[in-house]
């Protein structure tokens, strides 16, 4: 006998003498079904993967076969993100993913409630979208944000330093709590020598703060972005012109720190003003400072570990949000690194 899903749904579930199980789910709205199974149910076909099921969808139907446990975090899964879609919110593969890592974690919890498990990770809300954390290490990125002056976010690409550090940013901004944001990086090329590159400040910026520009633009509306840029309330500072300012007032992030050096990050560290919040982002792993230089980010984390109001985040390769082949790759090359350093 079907039973009504906490999500708005109805569900049947049919259990083999061999802990196979079949759960058989009803979406009562057929465009937010579509919309959760994926363009040619490649959502769906991202659960098959991770979770070990077979999941067969017909119209606002879909049926998940395969081991109990399996099932049952599908079922959460999918319940968790329809849960997001009659809410109106925006799905995209990270969210399927880091939705999937949830439920792995939480194990059999056949008492699922989609509702509270929304309440479980934080969010950014801001006026153009809401930025939801996707995983464990998100969620804990969030809430230092939120509670300290300085938060260090250490870790692999495709994690999500840049892009929550800016929504904070963002939101600290719209909330009227700074005055403006400053964007910083090292002038550090990956390997390759640029040379002279042409145009005033912005344009010889431009390409080093690429990844902060993308998430602005999408997170503010542009033409806000575009106003802010000329009134300098969104200020493009190069790392090597920020000796003896005092940011007040202000969201700081410095991204790539990974490649500043250590008297590069205490002269950043120390440019702190009142009223103003930092984060610092990078990843070790990709340190492109000349051989032998010590990276300013790891020595700062080492010296500020449990200073108060200092926070450090590090990030694994179990909170890649991007493609997933991304955290193998990751993970490919931390093994590798670990032989590495066994053999010396």
């Not at 009504?4 to 057929?30: I, K």
């Not at 999500?160 to 002038?187: C, M, N, Y």
């Not at 950043?268 to 000349?290: A, F, H, I, K, Y």
């Amino acid at each position: 006998m079907p039973t009504r899903g906490p999500a708005g749904t109805d569900e049947s579930v049919f259990v083999a003498p061999d802990n196979a199980a079949q759960v058989v789910l009803s979406f009562d709205d057929n465009r937010l079904a579509s919309m959760l199974f994926g363009q040619y149910g490649q959502n769906l076909a991202l659960i098959e993967r991770r979770l070990g099921v077979v999941a067969n969808s017909r119209g606002n139907h879909v049926t998940l076969e395969g081991p109990r446990e399996a099932c049952e975090q599908a079922r959460r899964v999918l319940e968790s993100l329809y849960d997001r879609l009659k809410r109106g919110d925006e799905l995209m593969q990270g969210d399927v993913e880091g939705n999937i890592r949830l439920a792995m974690a939480q194990g059999s919890l056949f008492d699922f409630d989609p509702a509270a498990a929304r309440e479980s990770f934080e969010e950014i809300n801001l006026r153009k979208r809401r930025v939801r954390s996707r995983t464990a290490g998100q969620d804990a990125y969030v809430r230092a944000l939120k509670r300290h002056a300085l938060v260090f976010a250490t870790g692999p690409a495709g994690t999500g330093k840049t892009w929550l550090a800016v929504a904070h940013a963002v939101q600290l901004f719209e909330r009227k709590e700074v005055d403006r944001i400053i964007l910083s990086r090292p002038a550090v090329e990956a390997g390759e020598r640029l040379g002279f590159l042409p145009g005033d400040m912005r344009e010889k910026v431009d390409p080093y703060l690429r990844p902060i520009f993308d998430a602005l633009f999408d997170l503010m509306d542009a033409r806000i972005v575009e106003r802010a840029l000329q009134t300098t309330e969104i200020e493009i500072a190069p790392l090597a012109f920020m000796r003896g300012r005092t940011l007040s007032n202000a969201a700081v992030i410095l991204d790539e720190a990974q490649n500043t050096t250590s008297m590069q990050m205490k002269m950043m560290l120390t440019r702190l003003g009142e009223n103003s919040r930092m984060v610092v982002t990078g990843d070790p792993s990709q340190v492109d400072l000349p051989p032998g230089q010590t990276s300013g980010l790891a020595e700062a984390v080492r010296l500020l570990d449990g200073v108060a109001g200092i926070a450090h985040v590090p990030f694994t390769s179990a909170d890649v949000i991007r493609h997933e082949l991304v955290a193998r790759i990751v993970e490919a090359y931390d093994k590798a690194a670990s032989r590495g350093r066994e053999r010396l």
